[in-house]
Structures are given as structure tokens and as C-alpha cells.
């Protein structure tokens, strides 16, 4: 057997010497035009993955460029859409004369905006805080300790947080009018304080910290409490830091809750205020969207490889 | 005997901190968790008990009537062409949403641009719904960007408000919304896979498109499994913009469950919706159990 195959092999190799200097063209040849395949392959899936970048971001885009229009630009282009005119949208993506006049008008004469804005981060800052004070240690007792019936309330905190506000709507609706919290900012910050989607994502990054540093700081005389504040909170970090970037982005954003449970506009946060300006008042509608998303866009920045590490901790399954 | 001692000490104490690991640290336990439980109980558990109980009896009297709540809800035509709606929608926008993200996320696992791409498509999910809102409105009008686009070559223009076609008002937004972070739970995914298995296959002889499918394809199961049920959720979320794009009562193609909630509860039907708020419930709950169960035996 051994003989025969490497009789073959001397055979081959024998051939190959042969007709080598043929071969070796037109394999480079084929080596050649294989490259040249898979370079233009590579080209086209990049030109497709920066056009599919360049789609997403269009409406940002769209935006900016719109807030920076003068007002006579934008009746021109927006025309057709405002009126019942035969005629198509014709929105360039670069103001013909960029003007900061909408935002002028923004920052001084609109005293209302400045009213929902702080409203909105009320909201935000509210929230979060509650989050932090409550949800930290809730998510610590999960990570740390092991007691009977920790495996049935993990299992009812995750359902919990998988809910859609349909389902929780009537029972939130129920309990702020026994608190009698309905119209008021608190009534949107207290059920957020106690959702359960950060207490996941925070007990994510503490599951993360290992054991025998724990057990280690209490041989050492360390008390739960400094364990939790000295180890837990510090090493537990990059959760929390998720569950914070992921908040933020959530009630800043917040639409069914405020639109359900507060009637008095003055309460009103950016996001139920911002949709009702219209395109008559387009330049001032285009700055208020831009300067809107400014602070979500900003966190993001900043927060972005937390947003990733939170993202994927939400993906990882108990 | 003062070293026995010693020793016999130290066993004590070893036996003590042994019986201290093994007992549940109540206070502890309590202490850090009773805030946000006691929360918890207050604004979601106890009234969602009261919920449950309102499902199965009159709205006025508070009698028990029994399934009558949940006969109304099941035959209320809004009710069932929201939650054929809201299936619909996720019928097709889940594959969709799943399918491209996977393309985009493999792709990028390779490309240089990685880190750059990788921002932009997550921006969406910065973005509040509704700052995007007037760009929605420019982009579906009758007379708008999309159809400005569309119509020189040859198509007819679409009105996405009034006709079927809003339906796709909410795939592009989902869509957009969503592909970054399904991307990026993709790439966890992709990059958690061995470089090794890969390498090792490519030795042997396997093609890019053998990798793929009989590596890599295999490997992300479970990533499969979390990327739908955290799409599903998000899909509800996708009445943001169809509120705001379309207000309260839009067409008929795009009317979804939190339309009817929202309706409902300016109209006081508590009875009605706590039926179904409670079915809805429990929809949900079935469904991540069945792809769990699903899950888990191909794991095994």
C-alpha cells in the first residue's frame, strides 16, 4: 500500500517537472483571476454595506440640513407636501443658503421649548436616579446571594420585563390613580424606577466578577456592605453603565406612557411636543427635531461600547 | 495541648464559617432586595392581580361574569384586526430584520470599516421617534421623497397613508430602527465563534461558502434564539412611529394593539382591557416558552 501511493506521488511529481513551466502560467492565471474575483467581490460588499449606512442615516441628515434652510427654501420645497399642489418633494441635501435662523429663534423665542425640554430630562434623570438607588441592590441580591425561591423570582422579574406596555398599561393606569399620580412627572418616573430590565442587565455584569474575590475580601473581615460598595459597585461598573446608556436612550424617547397619563400639556415632555409643531412652522419643526436629539445622540457617543456590552447582555439567556 | 488546642480552635471556627456559608443570609437578602421588590409588588404585581381579577367581572358592578370579558374581546372585530395586524407585521419583519442583519453583521466580521459601520448602524436607536417624525412625514406623504424617487422610474406613486401600502410605513421604520442592534448581537455572536474550528476547516479544504453554513451557521443557534425573542418584544415598540406618523385612528393596515389600548382607554373599557391585557399576557408568555422549549432540545 505505502509503496504503491508513493510510487504514484514520484509519478506525479515526475509529470509535474515535465509540464511545469505550462502549468505553472495558467495557474497563475487562475490565481490571478481568482484574486481579481474576490477584490471585486469585496468592493461591492463594501459599496453595499456603507450604502446601507448611508440609508440609515439619512434622516439625521435630512434633519440637519432642513434646520439650517431658510424659511422661503423650505416653503418651495416642502410645497407639495403642505399644499394639495400636482407636483413632487424636492428636498436637497444641502441648503441652497444655510442660515442659523431657525435656531436663533429656537434658543431665544421659545420659552415653551425650554419647558418641555427640562420636562424630558426630568423624566430621564428621575428615572435613572430611582434605577440606581433600587435596582443596583436588587440586582446585587440576585448576583450574589442564593436563597430558596431566587430562581422563581429571577424567572418573574424577566417576564416582567418582557411585557409590552399593552399588557402593563391598565395596572399602571389602576395604581397612579390610587397614588393619585395621574398628571404628575412622578407618575411616569415611579413605574420606571421599579422595571426590571435594568436589574437583568446590571446582575449581567455582576455575575461577571469572580467568586473567590468576594469570599476573599470577607475572610479579610470585609461586611456585605463594604463588599457591595468596595468590590461589587466598582467591578460591577460596565453593567451598570449599560443599563444607564440603554435607560437613557428609552425615556428619553418615552411616547405611550406620557401620552396616556399626562393631560396637562405643561408637563408635556419633547417627545409628545415635538410631533404636533407641523410643517407650517418648518424651519422651527426641523431645529426642535435636531436639537432634540442632541442629548440621546450625545450619551450614545459617549456610552457606546456600554450600549454594545448592555445590548449583549440582554441577548444572553438565563 | 496548647498547639492541640490551637488547632482544635481553628477547626471550630473553619466548622462555624462553614455552617455561615451554607445558611441563606436573610438580612442581606432582605436588605438589598426588599426595596425593589416591595416596588415591583406595588406598581406591577398587585395590580396586574387587580387586572386579572377586573378580566373576569363586569366593569360597573365588579360582579363576577365569568368569560364574558374575554367572549366581548375575542369577538371585537378591532381587537382582531389589530392582533392579525400585529402578527402580520411580525410575520414578515422578523425574517426580514433576522436575514439582513446576518448578512450585514458576517460581512462586517470581515471588513476593515468594522468599528465605523458598526456606529452608524446602531444611530437609529439613539434617535427619539419622535424627532424623526417630520423626516417620516417627508418621506411617506403622497407627494413625497419616497415617491419622487420612485416615479421617474415608471412606478406610480404610492399613498402610503391612506392605501395598504402604510403597512410598510412600519416595516421600513422597525427595520431601520432595529438592524443595529440586531447587528451587533449577531457579531457577539459571530465573534464568539473559535478562529480555530474556522482555520482547521479552511485546511481541509472548505470553500468560504462551506464555512458558513456548516460552521458558523451552527454556532449562532442560540444567538438565533435570543435575536427572536428580543425582536418580538421590540416589535411592539414600532407603534411609536406609527402614532406619530399616522395619529390615533390610522388606516386599517397599520392599526396596532396599543392603537386599541389607547382607544379603549379613553373610552373606559376597563373590563375589555383587562381581558386583554391578560390574554396578551399570556400570548406572550406561551410563545417564549415554546421557543425556549424549542431551544433547548436542539441544545441537547
Excluded at chain 1, 71 to 84: F, H, I, N, Q, Y
Excluded at chain 1, 192 to 205: C, D, E, L, Q
Excluded at chain 1, 248 to 268: D, G, M, T, V
Excluded at chain 2, 89 to 107: D, H, T
Aim: hydrophobic share 50%; proline share 4%.
Amino acid at each position: 500500500m505505502e509503496n504503491s501511493r508513493e510510487r504514484r506521488e514520484q509519478e506525479k511529481r515526475k509529470k509535474q517537472k515535465l509540464s511545469g513551466n505550462r502549468q505553472d502560467g495558467i495557474r497563475q492565471k487562475a490565481c490571478r483571476r481568482a484574486q481579481l474575483k474576490r477584490k471585486t467581490r469585496n468592493l461591492v460588499i463594501t459599496g453595499i454595506l456603507f450604502l446601507t449606512a448611508l440609508m440609515i442615516s439619512m434622516p439625521l441628515i435630512l434633519l440637519v440640513s432642513g434646520s439650517l434652510k431658510g424659511t422661503d427654501e423650505l416653503k418651495s420645497a416642502l410645497g407639495p407636501v403642505l399644499s394639495d399642489m400636482d407636483a413632487m418633494v424636492e428636498f436637497g441635501l444641502f441648503p441652497k443658503y444655510p442660515t442659523l435662523k431657525h435656531w436663533i429663534e429656537l434658543l431665544f423665542d421659545k420659552p415653551e421649548y425650554y419647558v418641555v425640554f427640562i420636562n424630558s430630562l426630568k423624566i430621564v434623570a428621575g428615572t435613572l436616579l430611582g434605577q440606581m438607588l433600587v435596582g443596583v441592590p436588587s440586582a446585587w441580591a440576585f448576583a450574589r446571594f442564593s436563597f430558596p425561591g431566587r430562581r422563581l423570582l429571577f424567572i418573574v422579574y424577566i417576564s416582567l420585563m418582557m411585557m409590552p406596555f399593552s399588557v402593563t398599561m391598565l395596572s399602571n393606569y389602576l395604581v397612579l390613580k390610587d397614588l393619585s399620580l395621574l398628571d404628575n412627572l412622578f407618575g411616569i418616573i415611579l413605574p420606571g424606577v421599579f422595571s426590571t430590565f435594568p436589574v437583568f442587565i446590571m446582575y449581567r455584569g455582576f455575575c461577571g466578577i469572580p467568586r473567590e474575590l468576594l469570599e476573599a475580601a470577607k475572610v479579610d473581615g470585609a461586611g456585605e456592605f463594604q463588599v457591595f460598595f468596595r468590590i461589587g459597585i466598582p467591578l460591577g461598573s460596565a453593567g451598570i453603565g449599560s443599563a444607564l446608556v440603554l435607560g437613557f436612550l428609552e425615556y428619553f424617547s418615552l411616547i405611550e406612557q406620557p401620552l396616556a397619563f399626562l393631560k396637562n400639556r405643561s408637563l408635556w415632555p419633547l417627545s409628545l411636543y415635538l410631533p404636533q409643531i407641523g410643517l407650517s412652522d418648518a424651519g422651527f419643526a426641523f431645529a426642535a427635531s435636531v436639537m432634540g436629539l442632541i442629548p440621546a445622540v450625545f450619551v450614545f457617543l459617549l456610552g457606546q461600547d456600554y450600549l454594545e456590552k448592555g445590548i449583549i447582555a440582554t441577548g444572553m439567556k438565563e | 495541648m496548647k498547639e492541640l488546642m490551637k488547632s482544635l480552635i481553628g477547626f471550630r471556627s473553619i466548622l462555624r464559617n462553614k455552617r455561615k456559608l451554607n445558611r441563606t443570609p436573610w438580612k442581606e437578602v432582605f436588605l438589598f432586595l426588599f426595596p425593589g421588590f416591595a416596588g415591583v409588588c406595588l406598581f406591577v404585581l398587585v395590580p396586574f392581580g387587580d387586572v386579572i381579577r377586573r378580566s373576569f367581572s363586569t366593569a360597573v358592578t365588579g360582579e363576577w361574569s365569568g368569560l364574558y370579558n374575554y367572549r366581548v374581546v375575542l369577538n371585537n372585530q378591532a381587537f382582531l384586526l389589530a392582533a392579525k395586524n400585529t402578527l402580520r407585521f411580525m410575520g414578515v419583519c422578523l425574517p426580514l430584520l433576522i436575514a439582513f442583519s446576518l448578512f450585514l453583521a458576517y460581512e462586517l466580521s470581515k471588513s476593515r470599516y468594522m468599528k465605523l459601520l458598526k456606529s452608524l448602524y446602531l444611530l437609529p436607536m439613539a434617535i427619539p421617534a419622535a424627532a424623526v417624525v417630520l423626516v417620516w412625514k417627508l418621506l411617506f406623504d403622497r407627494q413625497g421623497i419616497l415617491n419622487a424617487i420612485w416615479e421617474p422610474f415608471g412606478g406610480t406613486a404610492v399613498d402610503y397613508m391612506g392605501t395598504n401600502a402604510a403597512f410598510w410605513v412600519l416595516v421600513i421604520s422597525y427595520v431601520w430602527k432595529n438592524l443595529g442592534y440586531t447587528v451587533i448581537l449577531w457579531l457577539a455572536g459571530i465573534m464568539g465563534i473559535s478562529q480555530g474550528i474556522i482555520d482547521a476547516a479552511r485546511v481541509d479544504g472548505a470553500g468560504e461558502q462551506i464555512c458558513f453554513f456548516r460552521i458558523i451557521l451552527p454556532n449562532l443557534k442560540p444567538t438565533l434564539y435570543t435575536i427572536t425573542v428580543l425582536s418580538f418584544l421590540n416589535s411592539f415598540k414600532v407603534f411609536r412611529e406609527a402614532y406619530l406618523v399616522a395619529g390615533a385612528y390610522p388606516h386599517e393596515s397599520m392599526y396596532l394593539l396599543q392603537h386599541l389600548f389607547n382607544n379603549w382607554f379613553l373610552n373606559l373599557d376597563m373590563d375589555k382591557m383587562a381581558a386583554a391585557a391578560v390574554l396578551t399576557a399570556g400570548v406572550m408568555l406561551v410563545f417564549i416558552l415554546i421557543l425556549q422549549a424549542l431551544w433547548d432540545r436542539k441544545d441537547a
